[in-house]
């Protein structure tokens, strides 16, 4: 059986997006594949069992019918390092990940292991990366975001913790290169490495597709009320604007896939937002949602008009700038209801990632 541990520089490189196009390449290229994320950090609650996000979307999206626990062995909940260090076993932790495998891996023919930020995450408490990925005898891909210098020098730092725990790093790959600098930074950063005997197995140029969320994603991290317009929930937002502008100023800023946060008693924007919304729908929407703050609804009549317009309507208790804050700092997970996001995903790793070398040197 081949094994790969897919591990990054960083959290929040792209690991998860790169894991699930390798899977599915190598999915349709007839091949028996499981999948595990020994360590997860965040997690949902499946019938009393702390299971991985990320495993919760690989089952949904393969239709996985191994046990949730066995793909997500180990949930970090709040606490967990404190007990840990005053009184936590490896030995209890590694039985629990070779347990889960073990269950896992029969009737495989390929199996990628998913894990959690760069090479030295999970030491704390006696199973990073390296640790990890040596236990279970898998070779490793480092993906590291775009860039030349800095990109190097963490692949760099990475590797030598998989070098010191005796693990094998096959190559890398290179994630969210800028488009406009994408020829550059590919042949500059697959000679660079070279010169470190290191393998570039693709570069992925950054889709906007992907880095930005859903109003649905949204919602659930926002704790918001929706109060109509469940159809839109999958639209994407490119931006979001707080309603703070005279209505003949806020025509220009309603581009395309604009979220406008805004409290639900500024009638004149709202209606300004719609007439754009209107004028914008026949190339794209402009207004992918809106968020009535202060826990205030907008008058009846108005919330009629809105429906008719379909825009998911989210109400929230928190100010405009409070939930504008909020959404700048939230790190968004993909959702397997996301279906043009995995396509895209599909896409882009077949198209820029040499699966079939990869595949070789498994």
């Known amino acids: 059986m081949k094994k790969l541990y897919v591990a990054a520089t960083r959290q929040n490189d792209g690991k998860t997006i790169v894991s699930l196009g390798l ?26 069992k702390k299971i991985d996000k990320d495993v919760v979307l690989m089952k949904e999206i393969f239709d996985f019918k191994d046990k949730s626990q066995h793909m997500s062995p180990i949930a970090i909940p709040r606490g967990f390092t404190e007990k840990y260090i005053l009184r936590g076993k490896q030995e209890d932790l590694i039985e629990k990940v070779k347990n889960a495998y073990n269950n896992l891996k ?9 894990g959690t930020g760069h090479a030295g995450v999970g030491a704390v408490f006696d199973m990073s990366n390296s640790v990890v990925s040596k236990l279970l005898g898998a070779k490793v891909i ?8 800095r990109a190097i020098d963490e692949i760099m730092l990475n590797k030598s913790k998989f070098d010191k725990d005796d693990v094998e790093v096959l190559g890398v790959i290179i994630n969210k290169v800028l488009p406009e600098k994408y020829e550059k930074v590919s042949k500059l950063v697959r000679k660079g490495l070279a010169r470190k005997n290191i393998e570039v197995f693709g570069v992925i140029p950054h889709d906007n597709v992907l880095s930005n969320p859903s109003v649905a994603e949204l919602l659930d991290d926002l704790k918001g009320e929706l109060l109509s317009g469940k159809g839109g929930l999958h639209n994407i937002v490119g931006k979001f604007i707080i309603g703070d502008m005279l209505p003949h100023e806020a025509l220009d800023y309603f581009t395309g896939h604009t979220l406008l946060i805004i409290p639900g008693n500024r009638e004149d924007l709202i209606l300004t937002a719609l007439s754009g919304h209107i004028l914008g729908k026949s190339i794209d929407p402009s207004i992918s949602a809106i968020i009535f703050t202060c826990g205030i609804r907008p008058h009846r ?8 317009s379909n825009i998911p309507l989210i109400l929230v208790k928190e100010d405009s700038f409070a939930v504008a ?7 968004f997970k993909l959702r397997s209801e996301d279906k043009s996001k995995i396509s895209k995903i599909e896409t882009l790793i077949e198209k820029y990632v040499d699966i079939d070398r ?5």
Not at 301 to 308: A, G, N, V
Not at 358 to 362: C, K, T
Request: proline content about 3%; overall charge positive.
């Open 23 to 48: 899977l599915k390449a190598f999915f349709n290229r007839n091949k028996k594949i499981g999948y595990m994320k020994p360590v997860g950090q965040q997690y949902r609650l499946i019938e009393g």
């Open 106 to 114: 029969v009737n495989k023919e390929f199996f990628l292991i998913e």
């Open 142 to 149: 480092i993906v590291s975001p775009g860039g030349i210098g």
């Open 301 to 308: 009549k108005i919330m009629d008009l809105l429906k008719r």
């Open 325 to 331: 804050s909020e959404i700048n700092n939230l790190i």
């Open 358 to 362: 990869i595949n070789d040197l498994l």
